[in-house]
């Protein structure tokens, strides 16, 4: 249910209520990495970085067979972000 939550709320850029869900999610099921991969969607979504930085780290090191996959960012981060986010990091 909080997975469903979490998803909804990221397709409507909701992305700090998706990062709550998807937290809920992973108290809730906490062997199930994509909770965690969901909240480091939300959490770049909302230009939390640092804190996407980590849950990816986290669940990469214990689940290495997920760095392989790919995701589709125009799916949960917003054109505006990735632009932001793209002038912040290249300076």
Same mark, same amino acid.
């Given at each position: 249910m909080m997975m469903l939550r979490a998803g909804k709320n990221l397709k409507e850029a909701k992305?700090?209520? +998706? %990062? *709550?869900?998807?937290?809920?999610?992973?108290?809730?099921? +906490? %062997? *199930?990495?994509?909770?965690?991969?969901?909240?480091?969607? +939300?959490e770049i979504g909302a230009g939390v970085y640092t804190a996407a930085d980590y849950d990816l780290k986290f669940v990469f090191t214990r689940k290495p067979e997920l760095v392989a996959v790919k995701y589709d960012a125009d799916s949960f981060i917003p054109v505006i972000r990735r632009i932001t986010c793209c002038r912040i990091c290249s300076g």
């Open positions: 992305f700090l209520d +998706a %990062a *709550d869900s998807y937290s809920g999610a992973f108290v809730d099921e +906490a %062997a *199930d990495p994509l909770a965690l991969v969901g909240r480091a969607h +939300a």
